[in-house]
């Protein structure tokens, strides 16, 4: 399978100073060489006369690396260099455009009544917006995030989310959620979240979401049940 790393997926991962924008510019000056090794590939990187090598691996999907090394670094291997940006560029053969970008955010917003207070859904015994409401309405945000950037037959599941419910809020309180990409991961997408009323913040934490094909992920989910 091709390689399919995003900038921001690279830009997610400690990097060396500047690392995208140089890197971008030994790429399309065609300054790297490539070839298969086991699960990855070699690389060697032509920067102004000075051969620099190392290694990359990738994820079985080929949207994310699980490894990177370059010479370049020795004594620094969690950092990703100039020539690591080029080689995996120039292994899948250019840029791969995404509208899911960094700082991309959404706001969504409900108002709290008897159908969404912790009394109504059994999530406890007073009249205040639930927990579990906040939390949805929060997944609700990201997804939003999403809706935009979507490519054909494609949807998003939510794996984790993690959240503190910090303060109450009485039955027709506004409450809006807001969701804010920071950190891509391949398919896995990581969010801040955070939930506020009329009178400031009721909640804040992080969600992750994945991308999957829909038709695919629903034929895995049944196969499960038989």
Same mark, same amino acid.
């Given at each position: 399978m091709?390689p399919?790393?995003?900038?921001?997926?690279?830009?997610?991962?400690?990097?060396?100073?500047?690392?995208?924008?140089k890197?971008?510019?030994?790429?399309?000056?065609?300054? /790297?060489?490539?070839?298969?090794?086991?699960?990855?590939?070699?690389?060697?990187?032509?920067?102004?006369?000075?051969? +620099?090598?190392?290694?990359?691996?990738?994820?079985?999907?080929?949207?994310?690396?699980?490894?990177?090394?370059?010479?370049? #670094?020795?004594?620094? #291997?969690?950092?990703?260099?100039?020539?690591?940006?080029? %080689?995996?560029? %120039? @292994?899948?053969?250019?840029?791969v455009?995404?509208?899911?970008?960094?700082?991309?955010?959404?706001?969504?917003?409900?108002?709290?009544?008897?159908?969404?207070?912790?009394?109504?859904?059994?999530?406890? #015994?007073?009249?205040?917006?639930?927990? $579990?409401?906040?939390? %949805?309405?929060?997944? =609700?945000?990201?997804?939003?995030?999403?809706?935009? /950037?979507?490519? $054909?037959?494609?949807?998003?599941?939510?794996?984790?989310?993690?959240?503190?419910?910090?303060? $109450?809020?009485? @039955?027709?309180? /506004? @409450?809006? !959620?807001?969701?804010?990409?920071?950190?891509? +991961?391949?398919? !896995?997408?990581?969010?801040?979240?955070? !939930?506020?009323?009329?009178?400031?913040?009721?909640?804040?934490?992080?969600?992750?979401?994945v991308? /999957?094909?829909?038709?695919?992920?629903?034929a895995?989910?049944?196969? +499960? =049940?038989?």
């Amino acid at each position: 399978m091709k390689p399919t790393v995003t900038l921001e997926t690279l830009k997610s991962k400690p990097l060396n100073p500047k690392a995208i924008e140089k890197g971008t510019d030994l790429f399309r000056k065609g300054s /790297v060489e490539y070839w298969p090794h086991e699960s990855g590939y070699l690389f060697a990187v032509d920067d102004h006369g000075a051969e +620099r090598r190392g290694t990359i691996e990738y994820t079985r999907d080929g949207c994310d690396l699980t490894s990177h090394y370059c010479l370049c #670094n020795p004594g620094r #291997n969690g950092l990703i260099c100039k020539h690591i940006v080029a %080689a995996t560029l %120039a @292994i899948q053969g250019g840029i791969v455009k995404t509208g899911v970008t960094l700082e991309k955010t959404a706001t969504v917003t409900t108002t709290v009544s008897d159908m969404n207070i912790a009394r109504s859904i059994g999530s406890g #015994n007073l009249e205040v917006f639930a927990t $579990p409401m906040m939390t %949805a309405l929060m997944e =609700q945000a990201a997804c939003s995030v999403l809706r935009d /950037v979507l490519e $054909p037959g494609q949807t998003s599941v939510g794996t984790q989310i993690m959240v503190e419910h910090t303060a $109450p809020s009485v @039955i027709g309180s /506004v @409450i809006s !959620a807001t969701a804010t990409i920071t950190e891509v +991961r391949g398919r !896995a997408i990581v969010f801040s979240v955070a !939930a506020n009323d009329d009178a400031g913040e009721i909640g804040k934490g992080t969600h992750t979401r994945v991308l /999957v094909d829909a038709v695919k992920f629903m034929a895995r989910a049944k196969e +499960r =049940q038989i």
